[in-house]
């Protein structure tokens, strides 16, 4: 038998299979290394990253964060152009070093006053600010005692966090601890891509831990003095087997998956690392970093997980492999190189990758997410032309990820927001400036902000909170 339904007709717009739900979460997000500069402004202190950025031959063409995108001056025209794409909400990052420049002790208000400015002037233009607590400029002196490879760089953080949240929990709801721990540790102490700088899978084991353990501690402390939703962002490798078929494949990915990814996800939600990671660990270091009590610290309750997605990663079985320094223990793994389409950094794009990255998460872990960046380097300026930025094939990219996003939903995903990376171009770490991810163009030399073409079509997508079109994503 089969039943009819009526359908009332009405002059409001219907949803469609290409809406998002109701109140989902639209955002741009930045760092602040990448953007802020005035690197040495209000008794800002050295970060590992001016370091670094400072020692020849670690970032293109010698390229620092030193003037970037001279945010920390004009973060009130940036408020305004948010305001003009219709941006709901800001992610951004406090900067440890410009609240505590040696990384403990004594707070310099002016830091802190600066992400005061900031939050009431996002909150004046109706958007709301997401506050990220470290994204990788550690504070130089606290890498001089061993940085995130010593138990107290993890209570250093969360007695950070916990001045940030006594000046800005007043206005700020969503506290995001770290951002992407994976490279703080595997880029910045294993294959030393980003500062640090260190290549050494030891330091690189105790890393992830320390980071995990400082989240735990600033999730523990925000929450007793009253944070209303609490999260961490990860970069989970959306990785597979390059043949499904063979087991040898197969096992490879496992290895991947547990270096890149369970080593964060068991621990944050199920209380304790995996065996066959720690076996892995155990490799490198006596594992007498892990303390007794430590897993259930990291297990304390979020009440959203940030996801960073941009590429793929497929993996197969090689015997004789060197193991690929961002992931100590994968000897006898080849790592293939991206195929089809890639971005202007390479990137191999997959959308597909990405609802079976979120799919899988809702089904071990049962948490409600939200995509905290995911955008794409295409390296498009103002045509001679027009003067307009015509980045087409950033829009195809958004396009194609949000598609995905909608699949995830409707296997069942919680998802509660998407946050393009990046409002603005940026600096881009080991390649400097000359990757640019932002929905804005900034040129360098005048600090003319000019949305591209992508930013006039997401200010579209947020104002119907859709894509356009009717049916089905996918
Ligand atoms: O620019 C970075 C960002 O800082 C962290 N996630 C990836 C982005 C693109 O590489």
């Known amino acids: 038998m089969t039943a009819t339904v009526e359908v009332e007709s009405s002059d409001e717009p219907q949803a469609s299979g290409l809406q998002f739900p109701p109140g989902f979460v639209w955002g741009a997000a930045t760092a602040s290394y990448q ?29 620092t964060g030193d003037v970037a995108c001279d945010h920390y001056h004009r973060y009130v025209d940036d408020v305004a152009l948010m305001a003009g794409l219709g941006l709901g909400a800001y992610r951004f990052t406090v900067a440890w070093p410009r609240i505590q420049p040696d990384g403990t002790g004594p707070v310099n208000v002016r830091g802190l006053d600066f992400y005061d400015r900031l939050t009431d002037e996002l909150i004046g233009k109706g958007i709301d600010p997401v506050v990220t607590l470290y994204h990788w400029d550690l504070p130089q002196t606290l890498q001089d005692r061993g940085g995130w490879t010593n138990r107290e760089t993890a209570e250093a953080f969360a007695e950070y966090a916990q001045i940030v949240y006594a000046r800005l929990g007043d206005r700020v709801k969503t506290w995001t601890t770290l951002n992407e721990p994976w490279c703080s540790a595997y880029l910045g102490y294993g294959n030393g891509v980003h500062a640090p700088g260190i290549q050494d899978p030891a330091q690189a084991f105790q890393a992830v831990h320390h980071l995990l353990l400082g989240h735990g501690l600033a999730a523990q402390a925000l929450r007793s003095a009253g944070a209303q939703t609490l999260s961490i962002t ?75 997605y941009y590429t793929p990663t497929y993996v197969s079985a090689q015997p004789g492999q060197p193991a690929a320094l961002d992931t100590p223990g994968s000897e006898g793994i080849a790592f293939r190189k991206p195929v089809g389409p890639v971005t202007d950094i390479g990137w191999q794009i997959e959308p597909g990758a990405l609802t079976r990255l979120l799919n899988r998460i809702h089904d071990d872990y049962g948490v409600p997410m939200m995509i905290t960046e995911n955008g794409a380097a295409y390296l498009t300026g103002p045509s001679a032309g027009t003067g307009e930025v015509e980045d087409l094939e950033r829009v195809d990219y958004f396009d194609s990820h949000l598609r995905a996003c909608l699949d995830a939903i409707s296997h069942g995903v919680d998802l509660r927001g998407y946050f393009a990376w990046s409002l603005l171009d940026n600096f881009e770490w080991a390649e400097g400036y000359r990757m640019r991810f932002g929905l804005v163009h900034v040129d360098y030399t005048t600090q003319q902000r000019l949305p591209k073409r992508s930013a006039k079509w997401y200010s579209e997508v947020i104002a119907r909170n859709g894509l356009e079109g009717t049916g089905t994503a996918g």
Request: proline share 9%; glycine share 12%; no cysteine.
């Open 35 to 63: 953007i802020e500069g005035a690197a040495n402004e209000d008794g800002r202190g050295p970060s590992i990253w001016d370091t670094f950025s400072r020692t020849p031959g670690r970032v293109f063409a010698g390229h």
């Open 234 to 308: 990860l970069n989970p490798t959306a990785v597979a087997p390059l043949d499904p078929g063979n087991p040898a494949d197969v096992a490879a990915a496992r290895i991947v998956d547990g270096v890149g990814n369970r080593v964060f996800l068991e621990p944050l939600f199920r209380g304790a690392y995996p065996q066959d990671v720690l076996e892995i660990m155990g490799r490198f270091t006596d594992l007498s970093h892990i303390r007794d009590g430590d897993e259930a610290i990291i297990n304390a309750p979020i009440d959203v997980l940030g996801i960073n």
